[in-house]
């Protein structure tokens, strides 16, 4: 069974920084692509960044370049590196895969993935 979980949130004060990880277990066959989305409270779930299986990566608007998002395809693994963070930034984060998991030995059907989140706190 495919499981993603995610970790390294905490709290920070402003303008500090965190490194998000986030590792996809079980039998896969290959992980298209991830991405990493937020919530905050009281707000709707809104994506924060993505990568394609070759590596070319994409953000949201407000991330102005603060943060870089990057793959391990060997370990399963997405990262989310945060710098310059704001109480904007205060959010639960969770990742998402896009990705063929194998069944019965063989390639299953595609699927989306999520992990249960991490908290993110920016605060002073």
């Known amino acids: 069974q495919v499981q993603l979980v995610e970790f390294g949130g905490g709290e920070v004060l402003p303008g500090g920084s965190l490194r998000l990880s986030c590792v996809a277990s079980?039998?896969?066959?290959?992980?298209?692509?991830w991405h990493w989305f937020r919530q905050a409270p009281g707000e709707q779930r809104e994506l924060v960044a993505g990568i394609t299986s070759d590596g070319a990566a994409a953000y949201a608007h407000f991330v102005n370049g603060r943060f870089t998002i990057a793959r391990d395809n060997g370990s399963n693994m997405v990262y989310l590196d945060m710098v310059s963070l704001n109480p904007e930034d205060t959010a639960v984060y969770y990742c998402?895969?896009?990705?063929?998991?194998?069944?019965?030995?063989?390639?299953?059907?595609?699927?989306?993935?999520w992990g249960q989140g991490t908290q993110v706190t920016v605060s002073s």
């Open positions: 998402s895969a896009d990705l063929i998991p194998m069944v019965d030995g063989r390639r299953g059907a595609g699927s989306l993935y």
């Open positions: 079980g039998n896969i066959a290959h992980i298209t692509s």
